[in-house]
């Protein structure tokens, strides 16, 4: 059963796996993807591909959840913050996304590719369930249906804000962050 390895050398053959997967995927799309090319482009052999991953969609998961958990630890658990820290934040998911292999391609290949969506989906729900929890632990009173609600808005509003702004480059990522942090703030509070 393919595995994440936890030595170093096996990591890093893992990781180069997964940025091979990421280039490829901006180069090409999902479609033209393949473990034999995945496992050239890394420099490795089909067997040793097949050693952490069963097909190109174990691949793909991998390289997805790499993403979203990187992307998620950018976030700070606190409903109270402000709109320009909610924009920096924002910002940073971009930049992040920018230099990560594949980074657009790979949040797109997550919301187009039925196989792959419940990482998105899963990632989003655990990081609303997250904010909804400080936020009850805040504000007690409150429902905590509600709560999930409004965090799993404002989680979205945020992916689909950076989406945007790799989908529309001529827009002003600055001005996208700063209306989606308002929103975000407004959803939170």
Same mark, same amino acid.
């Given at each position: ?13 893992y ?45 793909l ?13 950018? /976030?700070? +658990?606190?409903? @109270?913050?402000? =709109? ?6 924002? &910002? !940073?998911?971009? $930049? ?9 391609w ?5 919301r ?42 404002? /989680?979205? +509003?945020?992916? @689909?804000?950076? =989406?945007?702004v790799?989908?529309?480059?001529? &827009? !002003?990522?600055? $001005? ?12 939170l509070l």
């Amino acid at each position: 059963m393919p595995h994440k390895p936890v030595q170093y050398r096996s990591l890093a053959t893992y990781e180069k796996l997964l940025d091979a997967a990421g280039e490829l995927l901006a180069e090409e799309g999902v479609e033209r993807i393949s473990t034999n090319r995945i496992a050239d482009r890394a420099g490795v052999t089909p067997p040793t591909l097949y050693h952490y991953f069963e097909d190109k969609y174990a691949v793909l998961t991998a390289l997805g959840k790499r993403l979203m958990d990187a992307q998620n630890a950018l /976030v700070a +658990l606190d409903p @109270a913050q402000d =709109e320009a820290t909610i924009a920096k934040t924002l &910002l !940073d998911h971009v $930049e992040l996304t920018r230099k990560s292999a594949g980074g657009p391609w790979v949040m797109r290949m997550l919301r187009a590719v039925p196989q792959l969506a419940e990482v998105r989906l899963s990632s989003h729900r655990a990081l609303a369930e997250a904010l909804a929890e400080r936020a009850l632990a805040l504000n007690p009173q409150k429902g905590r249906a509600s709560l999930v609600l409004r965090a799993r808005l404002a /989680v979205d +509003l945020g992916y @689909a804000a950076i =989406e945007l702004v790799f989908d529309e480059p001529e &827009l !002003d990522r600055e $001005e996208v962050m700063a209306d989606a942090a308002r929103a975000i703030r407004a959803l939170l509070l």
